[in-house]
C-alpha cells in the first residue's frame, strides 16, 4: 500500500493562483533559493516541486522574480515576499493557535464562505475566506491578533500565511450566525452555554427556512407564470384552425367552402375544386399555379399535399 506524505498545500493552491493571476495580482520572488508566491490575500513558502505543482500550470514560467496584475506582467518591482514573510512572523511569534469553529456563514453579498477561529491570545473571533483557508493541508493557524493575518505552520515550519475578512454582518441572519459562533466559543457555565446555544440555533435556523421558503415562493411564481404563458399560447395555436373557414362566412361549412373555391378561382391559374361538399368539414382544393399564390393560400390555412401537389383547406 502506497504511503500517504502529508503536504502543506491542496489543489486549490492552483485554483487560487489561476483566478489572481487572471483578476487580480500574482506574484513570485526567488531570494537566497527560496521561492516565494503571493496573491492579494495570501502567501507561501514553496519548493521547486511545489512550484511546478501549483504555479507552472499557471504563469509557464520558471521561478523568477516577475509580478502580473489581472493577466499582464507589469514592469515595476515585485512585491518583497521575503521581507513580508519576515514581518508576519515576527508579529506571530506570540501568537495563539487559532481554534476552528464549525459553523460557515454563506456571505452572498460576496459570494464567498466565511470561516470563523478563536484566537485565545488575541482579540478573540477572526474570520477568513475559505476560498484562501482551504489552500493550507495539515496546517495549523497562529495569530497575535486579527490585524496580523493567520500564520500557516507546517511542522513546525511556517508555510504561508492569509489574511483576514471583513464582511457585512448587518442582516437579522449574520447576526444569528455570529452570535451562534460566539456562542460555540463562550466561556459561560455549561447550562448556561447550552440553552444559550439552542436558542441562537432556533434563530439561525429560523431564518435559513424563510430565506428558503422565500426561494421557494418565488420558484412558484415564476412556474405559475410559465404555465399561463404557455395556456395563452395553446389557446392562441388552437384557435387559428377554427378560424381557417370560418372566418371567411359566417354561414354553414358548405357556403365556406363555396366562398373560398370562388375567392381563388378568381386568381390567375388557380383552379379550385370542392369534395365532400355535402358533408360537415368540406375540402377545398386549390391546384395549378399556387407558388405565386403560396402567402394567401397559407393565410387562409391552406396546408400542401406532397401526394396530390396541391393545397388543401378543411372547412368546418
Known sequence: MKKIIPQPFT???TKVFRASFKHGKLAVNVKSGVIYAATDHLAVILTAEQYNNH????????????????GDEQDCKPLD??????????????????EPCPLVLQDKGARRLVEFYHNPNGD??????????????DCIFISAHKTAGALAIFEKSPVGFVLPINFNADS???????????????????????QEVKNLRAALNAAQ???AQLEEDARRLRRQ?????????????????????SAKSN???????????????????????????????????????VEHNKAAIEKAGGKWSAKRSAYYIRCA
Open 11 to 13: 489543489a486549490s493552491l
Open 55 to 70: 504555479v507552472s500550470p499557471v504563469t509557464h514560467r520558471a521561478p523568477s522574480d516577475y509580478f502580473y496584475r489581472n
Open 81 to 98: 515576499i521575503a521581507a513580508l514573510f519576515s514581518r508576519i512572523v515576527s508579529e506571530n511569534t506570540n501568537g495563539g493557535i487559532l
Open 124 to 137: 478573540g473571533l477572526e474570520s477568513y475566506d475559505q476560498e484562501y483557508t482551504s489552500v493550507f493541508s
Open 172 to 194: 437579522p441572519r449574520c447576526a444569528a450566525h455570529l452570535r451562534a459562533v460566539r456562542a460555540w466559543f463562550s466561556d459561560a457555565p455549561e447550562v448556561v452555554e447550552s
Open 209 to 211: 427556512q424563510e430565506q
Open 225 to 245: 407564470l410559465q404555465d399561463e404563458h404557455a395556456a395563452r399560447v395553446a389557446a392562441e395555436q388552437q384557435a387559428k384552425p377554427a378560424a381557417n373557414c
Open 251 to 289: 354561414s354553414s361549412p358548405a357556403a365556406a367552402a363555396q366562398d373560398l373555391a370562388k375567392k381563388f378561382s378568381a386568381l390567375a391559374g388557380i383552379t379550385a375544386t370542392i369534395k365532400g361538399a355535402q358533408t360537415s368539414i368540406p375540402i377545398v382544393w386549390l391546384s395549378g399555379d
